[in-house]
Nanobody, 119 residues
Framework: QVQLVESGGGLVQAGGSLRLSCAAS????????MGWFRQAPGKERELVAT????????YYRESVKGRFTISRDNAKATVYLQMNSLKAEDTAVYYC????????????WGQGTQVTVSS
């Protein structure tokens, strides 16, 4: 298991930007597929983006394509989510998660960081 700690959330006006970070413990970070999820009040948790072990492959949900960018620095054991052109509907608690096997099963989760976008 890897321990994950998110940071970078906050309150921002619509159209603004935030950069989330997720720092991982352990020396095997580069072997994990990493993902960002979010959960808005009263809604189910949804996958926002994923990034492969090397960073060479990424996935984004349709609603964030062109606005969000996921990246990773394996030397720093950190994954990032750059969020631009934020909208009120992006308001949620954002979680990073780690998938050891690459099967889509994320077994390690951070505590979450709140992102609030005011319109």
């Amino acid at each position: 298991q890897v321990q994950l700690v998110e940071s970078g959330g906050g309150l921002v006006q619509a159209g603004g930007s935030l950069r989330l970070s997720c720092a991982a413990s352990g020396r095997t970070f580069s072997s994990y597929v990493m993902g960002w999820f979010r959960q808005a009040p009263g809604k189910e948790r949804e996958l926002v983006a994923t990034i492969s072990w090397s960073g060479g492959s990424t996935y984004y949900r349709e609603s964030v394509k062109g606005r969000f960018t996921i990246s990773r620095d394996n030397a720093k054991a950190t994954v990032y989510l750059q969020m631009n052109s934020l909208k009120a509907e992006d308001t949620a608690v954002y979680y990073c998660a780690a998938d050891r096997s690459g099967s889509g099963l994320f077994g390690s989760w951070g505590q979450g960081t709140q992102v609030t976008v005011s319109s």
